[in-house]
């Protein structure tokens, strides 16, 4: 008797795979792709970062570069911290049907919304940590702060202008995930709709 319970439970799984638009079905895999690679990502800036903060501080050999090691640390634990809550639940579908794909993939949107918000702050404090650091340890007080901040060497220039990269994308970004978020809350609706 179970035999034929799970055989209907098999049944009704691959009849509902095949209601599952083609198109979502290949989004929603592509995400994922995207989102072990973003993975594998995380893993090797945690190695080249952390590894070479420690490794630099090292080689340098003067307490006062243990700091850069520490907040390095600091910044790596925070982002992992935030990536595996924000990614958790958002590997796979819980079943196979059409209703169940859009769900994940509003949530993925909701996700990565919010990690939007997370990168900026952790960017900016690490900018502000770097800048700080960088002002105190090379000027040493030789320089107005606000005259070495503003066009004060060439170092500081890249750093206002990956600054200014980095929040145009983060912008274009936003509101790219934006209008797929309002296309799929779109889609549910007219899916609850129809039923």
Not at 146 to 165: E, H, K, P, Q, Y
């Amino acid at each position: 008797m179970t035999t034929d319970i799970e055989l209907q439970d098999w049944r009704e799984q691959w009849q509902s795979e095949t209601s599952i638009p083609a198109d979502l079905r290949k989004s929603v895999e592509r995400q994922s792709r995207l989102m072990r690679i973003g993975l594998l990502g995380d893993v090797a800036v945690t190695l080249v970062i952390g590894g070479g903060s420690i490794a630099w501080a090292m080689r340098r050999g003067n307490a006062e570069f243990a700091p850069v090691a520490l907040a390095a640390w600091v910044f790596l634990a925070a982002a992992w911290m935030f990536v595996l809550i924000a990614n958790r639940g958002l590997w796979s579908p819980p079943a196979m049907e059409s209703s169940a794909f859009v769900d994940l993939s509003i949530r993925r949107c909701r996700s990565t919304l919010a990690t939007l918000w997370f990168a900026v702050a952790l960017f900016f404090a690490e900018i502000a940590f770097g800048l700080g650091w960088a002002y105190t340890h090379s000027v040493k007080g030789h320089i107005p702060l606000m005259r070495w901040l503003l066009f004060g060497s060439l170092r500081v220039d890249i750093v206002w202008i990956a600054t200014a990269v980095f929040l145009g994308a983060l912008i274009w970004y936003r509101r790219k995930k934006q209008m797929e978020l309002a296309r799929l809350l779109n889609l549910r609706e007219q899916m609850t709709g129809a039923n």
